[in-house]
């Protein structure tokens, strides 16, 4: 890279996880890229606004970002297209995985991609679920890495340590680079470290934490691919090959994909290229993997305490507590973390926070649907919450946003009668269409082919009361449907 080049930097976000040690706010419907867990904006948002296309990388503006492609679980496709859509960020593509395959096929789909049209840029691997805090010391090591990775590197970012961490990798650096001032080649990659080892990797000052964060050249990146994990590389190029766009979107075949090895990007390049280099830095990065990492970077009170929401604190110290419902009070307790929502309560020892994910595979085991959804589930069009369930009838808010509609549909084993408490409603039953405003209420018998929309400004609110002998939402028939659920 010349001083008279711009060079094109692609932002792939990595959106797969599920979060499991962040239960009971992240579930594997809404996960916790979805939430807003270190600012008022989404960990997805967060990440999407860092790479933003009107920004440099603060390195003479040699690199710029452009638009980002998106790869997450076709699950959350919604999710995350109405998140980027509210940041106002149009993203390059959205991807969508049938089912997870780590970190080695993410980054094979995103060159892939690239190839065709932009083949000399390079590919910024991000997780969407990484907290940032100087966010001009991380442009600023990009514009290191974008320079070794000109020059043929495949680049890493380490974090320079703060503690003797014993949750990370590490990465131990070599002989600095020509090419880039601030870059290093890798020597060796480190597995997670006992304590002890820990420590003297911080003392000796030549290692930095293995941050999951990449900048890769599109065409070296598919060289080592092919060189190190072929199979990786030919079950993606099929699995984009025979699959199809879908509204904004675009689906692999899951058949294809299925064949690809699951196995991180590290394991099947990093730690086998002999073209691997590092950037340490100091960015204020956290992988924010358990609830102990958001007491870590949460403000805290003069005891110490992460307070999040209507809490009551008495003689309590270095706590997190977080209540999204109503008030919780905590007493006399130290090193805690505390978390309520409307359908679970958390309570663990700070310490022990990453062991939340054997109370999310108990839940799993027992067919719990806590595991996977909140009380309020997103659609498309909106959400709905349950309100209250008994024998033949169930209770539901619907909130149906301005623009939207829901599929049009019918029901095998259950009538519906909707009163709208907010907005107004254009609702189909059968051959007629009928406008039901604030206060009024309309009934849907079993069976009848209909639909709701809100043909308004403002968000609409129904209150829907099903009965009948089945209330799943299996029970569903999807007749015309603008999201493409047919």
């Known amino acids: 890279m010349n001083g008279n ?12 996880g599920t979060g499991s040690r962040l239960w009971p706010l992240s579930r594997d419907l809404y996960p916790k890229q979805f939430l807003p867990l270190c600012s008022e904006r989404t960990m997805l948002q967060d990440t999407a606004l860092r790479v933003s296309a009107e920004v440099t990388t603060a390195v003479e503006a040699e690199a710029v970002f452009s638009a980002p492609l998106v790869i997450c679980n076709q699950e959350h496709r919604f999710l995350a297209a109405e998140q980027l859509r509210q940041s106002r960020c149009t993203p390059r593509g959205i991807i969508l995985e049938p089912m997870g395959r780590n970190t080695a096929a993410a980054c094979a789909l995103a060159a892939l991609t690239v190839e065709a049209d932009d083949p000399d840029a390079l590919l910024l691997v991000l997780p969407a679920d990484h907290e940032v805090r100087d966010v001009e010391a991380f442009r600023h090591a990009v514009g290191i890495a974008a320079r070794a990775a000109a020059a043929g590197r495949l680049v890493t970012f380490g974090i320079t340590p703060t503690r003797p961490e014993t949750g990370y990798g590490y990465i131990r650096r070599g002989h600095a680079m020509d090419e880039a001032d601030g870059a290093y080649a890798v020597a060796a990659f480190v597995e997670k470290p006992s304590l002890e080892v820990a420590e003297r990797y911080l003392a000796e000052g030549t290692y930095a934490w293995n941050s999951g964060m990449f900048l890769f050249p599109v065409a070296r990146l598919l060289a080592e691919l092919e060189r190190h994990a072929p199979a990786v590389l030919a079950a993606c190029r099929a699995a984009l090959e025979t699959g199809a766009s879908d509204l904004d979107f675009f689906r692999l075949n899951a058949e ?12 099947a390049v990093m730690e086998r290229t002999d073209r691997a280099a590092v950037v340490p830095c100091e960015i204020g990065w956290t992988d924010v993997g358990a609830w102990s990492a958001l007491w870590d970077v949460g403000a805290k009170d003069g005891e110490g305490n992460v307070v999040i929401g209507d809490v009551l604190l008495e003689g309590a110290r270095d706590c997190y507590v977080r209540s999204d419902t109503h008030l919780t009070a905590v007493v006399g307790v130290e090193n805690a973390v505390v978390v309520v929502v409307d359908d679970a309560v958390l309570v663990a020892d700070r310490d022990r926070a990453q062991d939340v994910k054997r109370i999310v595979d108990r839940l799993k085991a027992d067919g719990r649907s806590e595991s996977s959804s909140h009380r309020r589930v997103h659609r498309p069009w909106g959400s709905y919450q349950s309100l209250h369930t008994g024998d033949r009838f169930q209770v539901k808010s619907l909130t149906i946003a301005p623009g939207s509609r829901l599929s049009l549909q019918k029901h095998h084993h259950r009538a519906e009668h909707w009163v709208v408490v907010n907005g107004t409603a254009l609702v189909t039953r059968g051959e007629e269409q009928v406008m039901v405003y604030e206060n009024q209420s309309i009934y849907i018998p079993i069976g009848t082919v209909h639909r709701l929309e809100n043909p308004g400004k403002v968000p609409l609110t129904v209150i829907e009361v099903q009965s009948g002998s089945y209330l799943g939402e299996d029970d569903i028939v999807r007749l015309e449907d603008v999201y493409g659920r047919n």
């Open 256 to 267: 294809e994909f299925a064949k690809a090895p699951s196995i991180s990007i590290d394991c």
């Open 5 to 16: 080049s711009v060079q094109k930097i692609i932002p792939v976000l990595l959106s797969g």
